[in-house]
Nanobody, 128 residues
């Protein structure tokens, strides 16, 4: 069972990227899924979450209106479309699900739980 984040890269301020979260070994359809990020010297931050309990997307205040989370059930992927990127969005981005209790089922709070594991993610760098 694996979850892999991909799609990061170097982009200029104002640019866009789309991150992908791909699951192997299980279907993402039945779980809440969240994107997190951590910048050097900063605390981990819940960026966006899509809840299986109500189907609604949730966003942190810092990305609301610029980032959009979506599911592709056919491809078993969850995407994070990031628009109008800013230097402060520079971070390692990772994804997790509620399958093992790593994401709050209702996307409450900061989306993560005491069980959230901070594994490998994808680097996003916003710089001119």
């Amino acid at each position: 069972v694996q979850l892999q984040a991909s799609g990061g890269g170097l982009v200029q301020p104002g640019g866009s990227l789309r991150l992908s979260c791909t699951a192997s070994g299980f279907s993402l359809d039945y779980y809440s899924i969240a994107w997190f990020r951590q910048a050097p010297g900063k605390e981990r931050e819940g960026v966006s979450c899509i809840s299986v309990s109500d189907g609604m997307p949730y966003y942190s205040a810092s990305v609301k209106g610029r980032f959009f989370i979506s599911r592709d059930m056919a491809k078993n992927k969850v995407y994070l479309q990031m628009n109008d990127l800013r230097p402060e969005d520079t971070a390692v981005y990772s994804c997790a699900t509620s399958r093992d209790g790593q994401v709050d089922l209702h996307c409450s709070g900061n989306y993560y739980t005491p069980k959230t594991s901070w594994g490998h993610g994808t680097q996003v760098t916003v710089s001119s």
